[in-house]
């Protein structure tokens, strides 16, 4: 099991930055990639960035140039440092740790490898 906890959700105005912290324990030798996931109040749940190990990180195209998601391996954290801030960014933010296997040429979730952070309230004031 992984066990994944966020901080740094916060109440900012447009413009303003904020980093995101998500700090796993358990077996984490079992996951290889690490993303963050955000839902607006009556929204699906969207992709906002991706990590792995030898890949470029990916975006979500509303928040490239503006989000940057990182590693500290040896503190077991990944962050999201979420600069320029816009209404629009408003949603509650996952951290997700999963693992994901090459087939067919695409990468594919592995089952019984996918786990979820509590979530962190991310809201931005115009």
């Known amino acids: 099991q992984v066990q994944l906890v966020e901080s740094g959700g916060d109440l900012v105005q447009a413009g303003g930055s904020l980093r995101l912290s998500c700090a796993a324990s358990?077996?984490?030798?079992?996951?290889?990639?690490m993303a963050w996931y955000r839902q607006a109040l009556g929204k699906r749940r969207d992709l906002v960035a991706s990590?792995?190990?030898?890949?470029?990180?990916t975006y979500l195209d509303s928040v490239k140039g503006r989000f940057t998601i990182s590693r500290d391996n040896a503190k077991n954290t990944t962050y999201l440092q979420m600069n320029s801030l816009e209404p629009g960014d408003t949603a509650v933010y996952y951290c997700?740790?999963?693992?994901?296997?090459?087939?067919?040429?695409?990468?594919?979730?592995?089952?019984?490898?996918?786990?979820w952070g509590q979530g962190t309230q991310v809201t931005v004031s115009s």
């Open positions: 997700n740790a999963a693992l994901y296997v090459m087939i067919d040429g695409r990468w594919t979730l592995y089952r019984g490898h996918d786990y």
């Open positions: 358990g077996t984490i030798g079992d996951i290889n990639t």
């Open positions: 990590i792995r190990s030898g890949e470029t990180p």
